[in-house]
C-alpha cells in the first residue's frame, strides 16, 4: 500500500490478490482458510473424491503465501503436504503448478492451482499405494515450493 497525500493506494496486484480472495471463498466456502491475513497465508484441503467416498481419506493440504508481486510477476509460494503420497507425485503437481503460472504471469493462478491439484488427486486410482518412495514407512509430511524463478 502506497500513501499519497494521507490517502491510502493499493498496488494493483494487491488489488487483485483481494479480488481473487473473494472468489476462491465464494466457490469453496469454508474450505478455502485464512492462516495469517497479516502475512497473506492461504489453505485449502483437497481431498481424492472417490476414495473420500468411501472413508479413506486421501488429502492433499495446499498453503500459500501471497508475495506482494503477485500476479505481477512473482507466483505464490505454495506448499504442499501429503504424507500419503510419493515425491514422484508431488514433484509431478508441481511441476504442472509451474507450467500454469509460465503460462499466466501477471494473471491469477490460484482457481486454476487448486483445479489442477484436485484434477490429479483424482485421477489417481484408489487402490494404489503412493507411499512407495518412503522405503521406511509413512512420511509425516511432503513440502514442495513453487519457485519465484519459473
Given at each position: 500500500?502506497?500513501?499519497?497525500?494521507?490517502?491510502?493506494?493499493?498496488?494493483?496486484d494487491k488489488i487483485q490478490q483481494e479480488e481473487e480472495l473473494v472468489v476462491l471463498t465464494s466457490i469453496y466456502g469454508e474450505e478455502w482458510q485464512t492462516v495469517?491475513?497479516?502475512?497473506?497465508?492461504?489453505?485449502?484441503?483437497?481431498?481424492?473424491?472417490?476414495?473420500?467416498?468411501?472413508?479413506?481419506?486421501?488429502?492433499?493440504?495446499?498453503?500459500?503465501?501471497?508475495?506482494?508481486?503477485?500476479?505481477?510477476?512473482?507466483?505464490?509460494?505454495?506448499?504442499?503436504?501429503?504424507?500419503?503420497?510419493?515425491?514422484?507425485?508431488?514433484?509431478?503437481?508441481?511441476?504442472?503448478?509451474?507450467?500454469?503460472?509460465?503460462?499466466?504471469?501477471?494473471?491469477?493462478?490460484?482457481?486454476?492451482?487448486?483445479?489442477?491439484?484436485?484434477?490429479?488427486?483424482?485421477?489417481?486410482?484408489?487402490?494404489?499405494?503412493?507411499?512407495?518412495?518412503?522405503?521406511?514407512?509413512?512420511?509425516?509430511?511432503?513440502?514442495?515450493?513453487?519457485?519465484?524463478?519459473?
Open positions: 500500500m502506497t500513501w499519497i497525500g494521507g490517502c491510502a493506494i493499493m498496488s494493483n495469517d491475513r497479516d502475512s497473506h497465508i492461504y489453505k485449502i484441503d483437497i481431498y481424492q473424491e472417490h476414495v473420500r467416498q468411501i472413508g479413506n481419506l486421501r488429502q492433499l493440504t495446499f498453503q500459500v503465501i501471497l508475495p506482494s508481486d503477485y500476479p505481477s510477476s512473482s507466483p505464490p509460494v505454495c506448499e504442499l503436504h501429503a504424507p500419503w503420497m510419493a515425491d514422484e507425485e508431488i514433484a509431478i503437481i508441481t511441476s504442472r503448478l509451474e507450467a500454469i503460472f509460465r503460462d499466466n504471469v501477471g494473471e491469477l493462478v490460484l482457481y486454476q492451482w487448486i483445479e489442477c491439484i484436485r484434477d490429479h488427486l483424482n485421477s489417481l486410482p484408489e487402490d494404489t499405494d503412493l507411499s512407495l518412495a518412503e522405503s521406511s514407512g509413512e512420511k509425516e509430511q511432503l513440502k514442495s515450493e513453487i519457485s519465484a524463478d519459473v
